[in-house]
């Protein structure tokens, strides 16, 4: 008979392995052990990144981030990771992620036949791009040189629609590139961004292994979990997915659990022990932060209005949220002008007293991370998703 988990538990099992429920004092965690234990921190918005782990380490700040990021021995690489988004990755870590993302069968290509590229091609622009970076630093017309210098002409037709004009065809496997080891992004140039290749930290995983591992992993960071879940945390197929758990639960090496009557909840094998008490208290959580998209269901997470008010579509991660006792009940947004940064908080319910003094206190952390002096506004939000 399966184990009975309420989502209470679980979510409290959640905050509480990802320094959420109780922030990780100075040395206790570093900024490579709060992105490992979220499993990765999106940063196409890099100060959201920098929030996403300063918030889960008391004492740490968006420098001390930056120099796990770009300093003399980085901890930290600027990637493209899960669902091919930018990432903050442990570069320990870099052998399970290059390995366990390409396994993860891709969709249809948005591209029309004439603008898309054959998988010989694909594999030779990685290879050109691993090449060219090999002990360097290029910005994106640099590489893209070098790219179709290393491939052919083909590789710089402009057949891709981009913000304001069209882009070579080659950089449509961009994010493969960086999912496989051959690319990373490096300090700024001036106002340009540069890519490198990453460390070589450890030998390749076996696809196979470094599936099963990732599941491993991801059921520990946010199990109770269903095969459908993983597969949209990482935008691959829901059927793979279901496989791939089948074939881990046939093995014991993960085991179903009973979540509130929520079908195929899955955890890994004897990892059974939940808090007995619930979440407690107020947090505020920046844009695309990995809690709020990989944790399910979204209805339990996001109850009520905020499943309106605080998804976009429903999809999480659009809006910086607040959470009150582990579940999201508001909006924020922060103004930032030189050294002072104004966060307006909209609740959807009233605060108690010592839930706006807490708040207070959320709000001075967000300031410590950013290097500013934060002040709290409670008040409607009236910017929308992404702003």
Same mark, same amino acid.
Request: hydrophobic share 45%.
């Given at each position: 008979?399966?184990?009975?988990?309420?989502?209470?538990?679980?979510?409290?099992?959640?905050?509480?392995?990802?320094?959420?429920?109780?922030?990780?004092?100075?040395?206790?965690?570093?900024?490579?052990?709060?992105?490992?234990?979220?499993?990765?921190?999106?940063?196409?918005?890099?100060?959201?990144?920098?929030?996403?782990?300063?918030?889960?380490?008391?004492?740490?700040?968006?420098?001390?981030?930056?120099?796990?990021?770009?300093?003399?021995?980085?901890?930290?690489?600027?990637?493209?990771?899960?669902?091919?988004?930018?990432?903050?990755?442990?570069?320990?870590?870099?052998?399970?992620?290059?390995?366990?993302?390409?396994?993860?069968?891709?969709?249809?290509?948005?591209?029309?036949?004439?603008?898309?590229?054959?998988?010989?091609?694909?594999?030779?622009?990685?290879?050109?791009?691993?090449?060219?970076?090999?002990?360097?630093?290029?910005?994106?017309?640099?590489?893209?040189?070098?790219?179709?210098?290393?491939?052919?002409?083909?590789?710089?037709?402009?057949?891709?629609?981009?913000?304001?004009?069209?882009?070579?065809?080659?950089?449509?496997?961009?994010?493969?590139?960086?999912?496989?080891?051959?690319?990373?992004?490096?300090?700024?140039? =001036? +106002?340009?961004? /540069?890519? *490198?290749?990453? $460390?070589?930290?450890?030998?390749?995983?076996?696809? &196979?292994?470094?599936? #099963?591992?990732?599941?491993?992993?991801?059921?520990?960071?946010?199990?109770?979990?269903?095969?459908?879940?993983?597969?949209?945390?990482?935008?691959?197929?829901?059927?793979?997915?279901?496989?791939?758990?089948?074939?881990?639960?046939?093995?014991?090496?993960?085991?179903?659990?009973?979540?509130?009557?929520?079908?195929?909840?899955?955890?890994?094998?004897?990892?059974?022990?939940?808090?007995?008490?619930?979440?407690?208290?107020?947090?505020?959580?920046?844009?695309?932060?990995?809690?709020?998209?990989?944790?399910?269901?979204?209805?339990?997470?996001?109850?009520?209005?905020?499943?309106?008010?605080?998804?976009?579509?429903?999809?999480?991660?659009?809006?910086?949220?607040?959470?009150?006792?582990?579940?999201?009940?508001?909006?924020?947004?922060?103004?930032?002008? =030189? +050294?002072?940064? /104004?966060? *307006?908080?909209? $609740?959807?319910?009233?605060?108690?007293?010592?839930? &706006?003094?807490?708040? #207070?206190?959320?709000?001075?952390?967000?300031?410590?991370?950013?290097?500013?002096?934060?002040?709290?506004?409670?008040?409607?939000?009236?910017?929308?998703?992404?702003?």
């Amino acid at each position: 008979m399966s184990v009975a988990v309420s989502w209470s538990a679980a979510n409290a099992r959640r905050m509480e392995r990802q320094f959420l429920r109780t922030p990780a004092k100075p040395g206790e965690a570093t900024p490579a052990q709060a992105v490992d234990a979220m499993l990765a921190a999106q940063a196409q918005v890099l100060s959201a990144a920098e929030l996403s782990v300063g918030v889960r380490l008391d004492g740490t700040t968006r420098q001390d981030v930056r120099d796990a990021l770009w300093g003399d021995s980085p901890s930290l690489v600027k990637t493209f990771g899960p669902r091919g988004t930018i990432h903050l990755l442990p570069t320990a870590e870099l052998p399970l992620w290059t390995s366990a993302l390409p396994a993860v069968p891709a969709g249809p290509s948005p591209f029309k036949a004439e603008a898309g590229m054959t998988p010989e091609q694909t594999e030779e622009v990685v290879a050109a791009i691993g090449a060219a970076l090999d002990g360097t630093r290029l910005t994106i017309d640099e590489l893209s040189d070098e790219v179709v210098a290393r491939t052919g002409p083909w590789a710089g037709d402009l057949v891709m629609p981009a913000f304001q004009g069209m882009w070579p065809r080659w950089r449509q496997v961009m994010h493969k590139a960086g999912q496989r080891g051959a690319l990373c992004f490096a300090p700024n140039r =001036g +106002r340009k961004v /540069t890519y *490198t290749r990453p $460390p070589h930290v450890g030998a390749p995983l076996d696809a &196979e292994t470094a599936s #099963a591992r990732l599941v491993r992993r991801f059921l520990y960071a946010y199990g109770p979990a269903t095969p459908r879940e993983f597969a949209k945390w990482l935008s691959g197929p829901a059927g793979w997915a279901s496989g791939l758990f089948a074939s881990l639960a046939s093995v014991g090496e993960i085991e179903a659990v009973d979540m509130d009557g929520e079908p195929e909840s899955y955890v890994v094998a004897g990892d059974t022990a939940f808090p007995e008490e619930p979440v407690r208290g107020v947090r505020l959580l920046p844009y695309f932060d990995a809690y709020v998209i990989a944790s399910h269901p979204r209805a339990r997470l996001f109850p009520g209005r905020a499943y309106q008010r605080a998804l976009a579509g429903g999809q999480a991660g659009n809006f910086p949220v607040l959470l009150v006792d582990g579940v999201v009940a508001g909006v924020w947004h922060q103004r930032r002008a =030189g +050294r002072r940064t /104004t966060v *307006t908080v909209e $609740p959807l319910d009233p605060l108690s007293a010592g839930q &706006e003094r807490e708040l #207070a206190g959320q709000v001075g952390r967000v300031g410590e991370v950013l290097e500013a002096r934060a002040e709290l506004v409670i008040g409607d939000v009236t910017v929308g998703a992404h702003a």
